[in-house]
């Protein structure tokens, strides 16, 4: 083997050695989830004393109303992540409560989202109700070859079927192909006011697509009226206020993973500033964001199209994502990847995803039983 | 024969001689000379145009000045490509001095990313360089250096430190034994005639049999169109830091010496000079 001390048993070494991570604090301990021991063993068959605690917190999990969402605590086992560490996720989604046990004010999850779904209806025992886990036969886990990392193919295959189901109930998302290649990405743009509230796509006489930027002479306020997501009459806004948001979802194949690359300009096409969407994302995530360096919204080249856009960086998606993959393959159930990523992500900038997701993939996979 | 390592300084202190006009419809308060500056090829605009800024503000008011940005012939200079690329891309086959004109307003938000201070330039540079390792290594020996390591980096290229750069970066352009490259070349290539800012894939140094891959391979498998045909006339110049290398050269030996600071091989592909 030769542990010499020349370069090339140095080098071999070196390149052997697991990696050494920073593990991030937890955001809170949830009452029911026990703090795992600090240096769990590696292998399936540990200490039985730890291996029970483990298999009690899953049963505890199952039996509660709704499941802390994307946390994912503990150790991860073997597959794709660096053996024996442990971290806890940043973002939370779907949790209808703040980790002080306060509820979220509104402001996200509008529209019927996941985020504003009250937490009274016992969830079905195989849906998850936390990041939206759409179910789905025949989509082998496997697909995902090679420690976890999504292919790109894959992500066509999961993209595609997302697509079917936004256009089902008419969510917005279309695939657009890049001109000079065979790849591209999945984009939305949907119009918001300052404070958080839709507006219909109807009322701007042009479809968007049109990457100048909507013109605030094609809406006519005086046609409509918004309303908040509890039927009260919000009254006019002026066109000022109204943002146009753009989210595209790529695939980095440097990282493996997909990446949410987004814009946001008022009507008028002035681009919100990085402030401005800073000042646009929830208290909550804000806090979040500050301490985890990794989820930072940055502004960068968007790879395809050449423009400045925002980007929540993504190279510790792998990480959440194998241990929520690994979590639904323990449960024998199959999730559609980019359901469940953007339902994390997105929130965190505005964009949140119908429950329907989740509903209408499990019902695709009764029909095919 | 040289040593290749040679090749390392010959990039590093690679330099373009530019000169620098303020745009005509700027205001000023009496005429703003040009300035005249080498500017190093492997580093960024916003790290070596200080002086520039300050020139040029000493003619102006206080009140006409927001945020800077550089054009060439009408064509914005984006500040997070390396200095060499932009050259070799837009400029290379024109006369020297390369000249560039300096905005104090008017930034055109559609094309340009913002710059507010040399942090950003940070940011993006160390993330170019995670991608690159992330693409080289799994990411296992850029986040096996400590955050020292990591400002060493920054503080070498920032400062113009070969040897302070190149102490940390050895590491990064290292490979276990038993492979004969890393696993994926981070690369690059740009045209600037195609909407799409660049191709940038998966592809290995090695191939199955164990043969190096060479340039041409990978041009032949990422943009066929640029190669020229066998008895075809040479449409395309396929350029590095300034130079044509042979298509024969390995991709790894390409990667190790001829990457920029950030790790990554900018290829430029530009048409052919006519003369």
Redesign the interface.
């Known amino acids: 083997m030769g542990v010499g001390l020349g370069k ?1 048993g140095w ?2 070494r ?4 697991p ?3 920073e593990v991030a604090p937890p955001l809170f301990r949830a009452g029911n989830v026990r703090q795992p021991p600090p240096h769990p063993p590696a292998h399936a068959d540990g200490p039985q004393g730890w291996r029970g605690g483990r298999e009690r917190r899953r049963r505890r999990r199952r039996r509660s109303l709704w499941k802390p969402p994307a946390i994912v605590k503990g150790e991860v086992e073997g597959a794709g992540l660096r053996r024996g560490s442990s971290f806890s996720l940043s973002l939370r989604v779907g949790d209808p409560r703040s980790p002080l046990g306060k509820p979220l004010p509104r402001g996200l999850g509008r529209g019927g989202s996941l985020a504003a779904s009250s937490p009274a209806s016992p969830a079905p025992p195989r849906f998850r109700a936390l990041s939206v886990l759409a179910t789905e036969r025949g989509v082998k886990r496997s697909g995902m070859a090679e420690n976890e990392f999504l292919e790109e193919k894959t992500f066509k295959q999961y993209c595609e079927k997302f697509i079917k189901h936004s256009e089902e109930i008419g969510d917005g998302w279309e695939w657009k192909n ?4 065979s790849d591209g990405y999945m984009s939305k743009t949907h119009f918001q006011t300052k404070n958080g509230t839709s507006v219909p796509e109807q009322f701007f006489s042009q479809a968007e697509e049109d990457d100048e930027g909507a013109r605030n002479s094609d809406l006519n306020l005086d046609d409509f009226e918004l309303y908040s997501d509890d039927s009260e009459v919000v009254g006019l806004t002026a066109a000022a206020e109204v943002i146009r948001y753009e989210y595209h979802v790529l695939y980095s ?3 493996r993973v997909p990446v949410l690359y987004f814009r946001a300009s008022f009507l008028d096409g ?2 919100l ?2 402030k401005e969407i800073w000042d646009g994302v929830h208290q909550f995530y804000k806090a979040r964001l500050l301490q985890e360096p990794w989820s930072t919204i ?11 856009f925002f980007v929540l ?1 993504p ?1 510790k998606t792998n990480e959440f994502m194998t241990s929520l993959l690994d979590n639904s393959e323990k449960d024998n159930s199959n999730i559609n990847y980019i359901t469940s990523w953007l339902s994390i992500v997105g929130p965190v900038v505005g964009l949140n995803l119908p429950l329907s997701y989740a509903k209408a993939m499990s019902q695709q996979d009764a029909k095919m039983d | 024969m040289t040593d290749d390592k040679d090749v390392l300084r010959d990039v590093w202190f690679g330099r373009i001689p530019t000169c620098f006009t303020l745009y005509q419809d700027e205001i000023t308060e009496r005429e703003a000379e040009p300035y005249y500056l080498l500017l190093p090829r492997v580093s960024y605009l916003p790290l070596v145009t200080d002086k520039v800024k300050k020139h040029f503000q000493k003619v102006m008011r206080q009140e006409d000045i927001s945020e800077i940005w550089f054009e060439y012939e009408g064509t914005p200079l984006k500040w997070h490509y390396p200095i060499g690329l932009l050259f070799d891309l837009l400029a290379s086959n024109t006369a020297l001095p390369w000249n560039i004109t300096v905005h104090f307003k008017s930034f055109p938000e559609k094309d340009l990313l913002h710059c507010p201070s040399k942090d950003t330039v940070e940011a993006h540079f160390m993330s170019c360089m995670k991608e690159a390792d992330a693409l080289k290594h799994k990411s296992q020996v850029i986040n096996e250096m400590q955050k020292k390591d990591h400002k060493q980096l920054w503080m070498g290229l920032q400062n113009d430190k070969f040897d302070q750069f190149w102490a940390i970066n050895r590491k990064l352009m290292e490979y276990p034994a038993e492979d004969n490259g890393f696993r994926y070349i981070p690369f690059r290539i740009y045209q600037a005639t195609t909407e799409r800012p660049f191709i940038q894939k998966l592809f290995r140094p090695v191939a199955a049999d164990g043969q190096l891959h060479t340039l041409g391979d990978l041009l032949k498998e990422v943009c066929p169109s640029v190669i020229t045909p066998e008895d075809g006339v040479k449409k395309n110049q396929i350029m590095i830091h300034g130079i044509e290398p042979m298509l024969e050269t390995p991709l790894q030996w390409l990667s190790e010496h001829l990457s920029y600071p950030d790790n990554f091989l900018h290829i430029s592909i530009i048409p052919q000079p006519t003369d």
């Not at chain 1, 070196?14 to 050695?17: A, E, I, K, L, V």
């Not at chain 1, 890049?178 to 290649?181: A, N, R, T, Y």
């Not at chain 1, 940055?298 to 400045?308: N, V």
Request: aromatic fraction near 2%; charged fraction near 25%; charge should be positive.
């Open positions: 090339e080098l071999r070196r390149m052997t050695s990696a050494k991570r890049s001109k000079d290649c194949c440097s990282y002035r681009p500033t990085l940055t502004q960068q080249e968007h790879p395809i199209l050449g423009q400045p960086h190279c």
